[in-house]
């Protein structure tokens, strides 16, 4: 169940009650592609940063160490030891972004796995399949992800297809919900709304999802290659379509300014590799901006990353140590960054949070950004 607690303009101050748990919203989902936050990061660690909800990936899952696996080890939250709601992306973006050969038909897409090349057939029924198999709490539907810059023709007939393809996503889902020995019977499906960067094509599909009566809703095919106006473009003019009492999730977004700006268009789920991916390279987050540890100046830096974070890595490392294991390549210093990203975005998002619940998101954000731009020390 989804309820709206309080309102500041678009923005939406929320929770999402899950059989595994309660997510207050805005959120951001931290990204353990393949049941694990790259950077030696535990399940332990996601719970003392403060993370209420864990993204992981349904190709890479179903390719390595395969769906069935996890189901017969009691699915993924008893496989990685998680307690906390899962949000298990559907495949399509990987099976369209990492597949070199691959062929769309209407049953579903056919194509040679990036790990050893064999072959696999992925539609709307397999992708519910394995996230059922996976039992995470909310399950995302199968869609062709179009490149955001593509031709108008071929996006309308991509669009289509993805309509068709959520209905047979649904039906899928209802039927393995009622078989006995699905592990998690009570598993939500958000539908993904895509239309490239061509507004009236966004609104009509957001209009026909909608319908549909969905447990939630994503727009997908951003952050892939347009600029951050014609994606906040975009966000507005299909926000608005899209049922306000149901989340509403931008996929793959973003770096913190970009997460400012869609919370006040009315998103309130987000996941990125950003925070742990640049953290993996030394690249940090701070109020002040971000910084580059591998830079000489950080050489004999007692500070901590940011003074007064509460972070595991602020709390008792200094930087010039932090950034002598970077450059040792040594494994604790890129968990160690890894967990002050997390950390940072987490943070973030809880002052979002009160910031809306005190009626002051304007005020919030412009100060936020101001910050953040000025570049960090």
């Known amino acids: 169940m989804y309820r709206i607690l309080k309102k500041d303009g678009n923005a939406k101050r929320a929770e999402l009650t899950t059989v595994h748990g309660t997510v207050q919203t805005p959120v951001f989902m931290n990204v353990g592609t393949a049941a694990a936050i790259k950077g030696a990061v535990a399940t332990s660690d996601l719970e003392g940063i403060g993370t209420q909800i864990e993204l992981s990936n349904t190709y890479h899952l179903h390719v390595r160490p395969g769906d069935q696996i996890v189901k017969k080890l009691g699915g993924l939250h008893k496989f990685m ?21 691959r062929k769309i038909k209407e049953e579903g897409v056919y194509f040679h796995s990036h790990v050893d090349g064999r072959k696999i057939f992925m539609g709307p029924e397999e992708s519910m399949g394995i996230q059922s198999n996976l039992a995470s709490t909310i399950a995302m539907a199968f869609d062709e992800c179009a490149p955001a810059l593509a031709e108008r023709d071929y996006v309308e007939r991509s669009v289509a297809r993805t309509t068709r393809w959520l209905g047979r996503c649904k039906a899928e889902m209802k039927r393995l919900n009622a078989l006995p020995d699905t592990i998690n019977r009570e598993q939500l499906l958000f539908g993904i709304n895509q239309g490239a960067i061509f507004a009236d094509i966004r609104i009509e599909h957001a209009k026909q999802i909608a319908e549909m009566d969905l447990d939630g809703y994503a727009i997908g095919g951003l952050a892939v290659g347009e600029s951050h106006e014609e994606m906040y473009h975009i966000i507005e003019e299909t926000v608005p379509y899209l049922p306000e009492d149901k989340p509403t999730y931008l996929m793959g977004v973003g770096t913190p300014a970009n997460i400012l700006e869609a919370v006040d268009r009315g998103v309130d789920f987000f996941d990125c590799v950003y925070p742990s991916r640049n953290g993996r390279h030394g690249h940090l987050y701070t109020n002040y901006g971000k910084i580059n540890l591998f ?33 040792a390549k040594e494994m604790l210093g890129m968990r160690l960054c890894v967990l002050h990203n997390l950390y940072f975005y987490n943070t973030m998002m809880t002052e979002i949070r009160t910031a809306i619940e005190e009626g002051r998101y304007g005020a919030y954000k412009k100060e936020k950004l101001e910050r953040m731009s000025r570049g960090g020390t």
């Open 295 to 327: 830079n000489a100046k950080y050489e004999l830096d007692e500070r901590p990353i940011e003074e007064g974070c509460q972070c595991p890595a602020c709390r008792r490392y200094s930087r010039a140590y932090i950034r002598h294991l970077l450059k």
């Open 81 to 101: 030891s998680w307690d906390k709601p899962i949000l298990t992306d559907s495949g399509g973006f990987q099976v369209f972004s990492l597949a070199s050969l």
